[in-house]
């Protein structure tokens, strides 16, 4: 009988948990997308595990030191991608923009969150040089990108990255292979924006303009 309620207390939820499924409530409200839900639970949901099994003390905002978070981030940055290779800085970013807009929000609702976790510096992204093709050469690898085989889901979503990064550096331009895939480069845009905070959630609305969403 112990043994049971051991177990049982070991997997109870913490105080942090119901904050990020409180968090999770006000964002299926406003309402956000699918996609951006799986956003928060890979990468939020991905901390708050992370927290339980190297971290069990911390079980509520008042236990979270700044310590804690960089000591997630190093270890996130020194893991493994899906192919072996080093996880590229735009995921990193992307995975501290979420916690970032957690805090926040946590910040915000009345949590007791460190003010050096909210000042923690960002992710750094280095600046790549842009790789040029030949009018040739890209017609090529788009003729390769037949969406039977699957690849043209890649090359958007690497255009999409790429997208990323260039914005900013203060560019924010992308032209889509074709026009068939303009609304689907604009749904994945708006959904990168729309998790950094960036955007409103009834159009594409930025502070600086409002960008149609047939727009190429």
């Known amino acids: 009988m112990r043994v049971i309620q051991g177990t049982a207390a070991e997997r109870r939820t913490t105080p942090l948990e119901e904050a990020y499924a409180h968090f999770r409530l006000d964002w299926q409200g406003l309402p956000v997308s699918p996609a951006t839900l799986r956003l928060y639970e890979h990468t939020i949901g991905r901390f708050l595990r992370w927290v339980r099994v190297e971290h069990a ?44 807009t957690f805090f926040r929000w946590a ?14 510096p960002k992710v750094r992204v280095p600046w790549k040089e842009p790789t040029l093709f030949h009018i040739r050469q890209l017609r090529e690898i788009l003729a390769a990108c037949n969406p039977r085989l699957g690849d043209r889901d890649e090359l958007l979503a690497s255009m999409v990255d790429d997208w990323w990064s260039a914005r900013e550096r203060g560019e924010s331009v992308m032209q889509a292979p074709s026009w068939r895939d ?35």
């Open 182 to 216: 303009v609304a689907e480069l604009n749904a994945r845009a708006r959904e990168r924006l729309a998790a950094a905070g960036l955007v409103d959630h009834e159009g594409l609305a930025s502070a600086a303009r409002r960008s149609a969403a047939a727009t190429r």
């Open 107 to 120: 910040s915000a609702e009345g949590y007791p969150v460190a003010e050096r976790i909210l000042t923690l």
């Open 57 to 100: 003390d911390v079980r509520r905002f008042e236990d979270l030191s700044v310590v804690v978070v960089r000591e997630y981030r190093a270890a996130l940055a020194a893991r493994s991608g899906l192919r072996g290779k080093p996880i590229q800085p735009e995921t990193l970013s992307g995975s501290d923009r979420a916690l970032r």
